[in-house]
């Protein structure tokens, strides 16, 4: 097995990821800025499929129209050179001081305004470069106080702004679906949408629910304490995975954006078998950085390994579905008549007079240690 990315992959970076600088709360740069252009031969070097970006990735906020067009113009020809395509594009409603209270749920109107301005120059932007799911990260809607904006309104002016961009989507025609990003937390000191969960409610509450899905994100979900694969299979088995933010996370931490299984291969390993199994065929999308220690040739090792994991973990899931021993352990744990229990009054009536040996019940053996053993044995290598 060479572990080589290819196009087929669908292995794609947002210009921010291999663009960090290395600015923390703490510290400035400690990388140079590279130009949207250099940033694409860089991925394309490292054997991405696509790239992504946030309006202002691309072009500066207070660019000319005059260099909009020569930076769009330029990026085009880089993607061209390269081959590398742009499945997803974002807005950047959160680095503006304008911002610094929320952008579609700020309090102040001129502000929610000026967010849907941007947004709809922003989707212009994006399905030009040809992206087709447009990702909401609310990075800057939530509080410090709960003092200082009701929830309730929160939400009415969330829903107010997607539904507004889903009618402007709708009226320009394009070919684009809506992932909302969730996260608990940082920059603000809640955010609201917190989680998948929050989310996937909220879609039901939209005007066109069946254009907006989710871009879960591995640390956003692990920071909330929760399992990230419980939040991503709930999403597909509603047919509202559009997209996935791969990165690697330690618990109770800041959100790190870490390398793909840096942290834990184990539940990046149940990920990838899960995308793998279900046949996913969205972007893996990196939302990660390298260490702020790194230099570029850093950042493209970081790159590369978060392609090389998550093929290493392709295999291992691959393996662990051709493993006698665990196969024949599912064979068991499953066995009987797995089929569901539909209700008819007769059905009911009858399970109510069942007798059951709550006893045998209990006693069973589940072998989970053993299976759990046989697959960190995968993960190992010793098998
Ligand atoms: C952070 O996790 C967010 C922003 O980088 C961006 O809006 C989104 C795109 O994947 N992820
Ligand atoms: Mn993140
Ligand atoms: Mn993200």
Sequence with gaps: MSYTPSPADKFTFGLWTVGNLGRDPF??????????????????????????????????????????????????????????????????LFSDPAFKDGAFTSNDPAVRAYALHKTMRAIDLGVECGATTYVFWGGREGVETDAAKDPVEASKRFREA?????????????????????????PRGDI???????ALAFITTLDHPEMVGLNPEVAHE??????????VAQAWEMGKLFHIDLNDQAPGRYDQDFRFGAVNPKSAFFLVKFLEDVGYQGSRHFDAHAYRTESYEGVKAFARGCMRTYLILKEKARQWNADPEIQALLAEINAGDQSPIAYSPATAAALKERSFDRHALGARNLAYERLDQLTVEVLLGVR
């Design 27 to 92: 510290g400035e740069p400690v990388r140079r800025p590279l130009t949207p252009v250099e940033l694409v031969h860089l991925l394309a070097e490292v054997g991405a499929y696509g790239v992504n970006f946030h309006d202002n990735d691309l072009v500066p906020i207070d660019a000319t129209p005059a260099e909009r067009e020569q930076i769009v113009r330029d990026f085009k020809a880089a993607l061209r050179e390269t081959g590398l395509v742009v499945p997803m594009a974002t807005t950047n």
């Design 162 to 186: 997607l539904n507004f961009l889903c009618a402007y989507v709708r009226d320009q025609g394009y070919d684009l679906r809506f992932a909302l990003e969730p996260k608990p937390n940082e």
């Design 192 to 198: 609201y949408l917190a989680t998948v969960g929050h």
């Design 222 to 231: 692990q920071m909330a304490g929760l399992n990230f694969l419980h939040g």
